[in-house]
């Protein structure tokens, strides 16, 4: 079972506060790995939440980290707001219009917000997971999950007609998803540096956008640049070799 510690934040301008979940950091272990680097647990994301609207004042805050004095694990004395009511803003994020609407909300932060390149990166990776998630799991429509007994019929039928119109609104958003994936690798490869402890995994996050963008030959050429040899990028070779562009289960 999945296990957080509970924390709170009170809003800068209004002073309410919000009650929050951090996953517990052994919970990682227990968690599913997909092709952009999304991490799920039980269905709940693990990267902390970096935006916040306060649902009393509207007030956006930016939290760089998770730690005092911005979080405390003190419950105050004053109502608080719960997890669910604040985080991804409200949104029901597991149907296909939750996810849209994420993919908005970020798009209303790049218009609005002053901000610099980290956070920009933030944004644009968060409406690429979020543009994802309409066919992250299209892999549990196939007839296979129903004629092995792992789901009833009334359970694969629902998810499948679920996957398959998050996959017409996918496509129907292709467009979009493309230019927001050119402008965030155009960021990474300008912002990160064989210095930087972030420059592995970010030539991974290079790769897997190139292969999400269709350019296949940009992605097979980083993959031969690279000396690591793991499952992952083993993983995404086979993707890359097969032409298909298309986010998948890595682990889990």
């Not at 999945?2 to 934040?9: E, M, P, S, V, W």
């Not at 543009?131 to 039928?157: C, P, Q, T």
């Not at 540096?193 to 269709?214: A, F, K």
């Not at 097979?220 to 070799?241: G, H, Q, W």
Request: charged fraction near 25%; glycine fraction near 4%.
């Amino acid at each position: 079972m999945i296990k957080f510690d509970t924390f709170y934040i009170q809003c800068p301008r209004c002073h309410s506060w919000m009650e929050g979940h951090l996953l517990i950091s052994s919970m990682v272990n227990q968690s599913i790995l997909y092709s952009d680097g999304k991490i799920l647990n039980d269905g709940y994301i693990t990267e902390n939440q970096k935006m916040i609207i306060c649902p009393a004042c509207n007030h956006w805050s930016w939290i760089e980290e998770y730690k005092e004095p911005i979080i405390t694990r003190e419950k105050p004395e004053e109502t608080y707001y719960t997890w669910n009511s604040w985080r991804f803003y409200g949104i029901h994020f597991e149907s296909n219009e939750g996810r849209l609407a994420l993919v908005n909300h970020y798009k209303h932060f790049l218009q609005k917000s002053d901000y610099g390149i980290d956070q920009e990166i933030y944004f644009r990776r968060m409406i690429w997971w979020a543009y994802n998630d309409l066919i992250r799991n299209k892999y549990l429509a196939d007839i296979h999950y129903y004629i092995s007994k792992e789901m009833s019929f009334k359970v694969w039928k629902r998810n499948r007609e679920k996957l398959m119109k998050g996959l017409t609104l996918f496509t129907m958003y292709h467009h979009d998803f493309m230019e927001n994936l050119y402008r965030l690798v155009f960021l990474l490869e300008r912002r990160y540096t064989p210095d930087d402890e972030e420059y592995e995994s970010t030539s991974l996050d290079i790769i897997e956008i190139y292969r999400q963008l269709g350019d296949f030959g940009k992605a097979k050429e980083l993959l031969d640049n690279t000396t690591r040899r793991t499952f992952f990028i083993s993983a995404i070779e086979k993707k890359v070799n097969a032409k298909d562009d298309y986010v998948f289960l890595v682990t889990g």
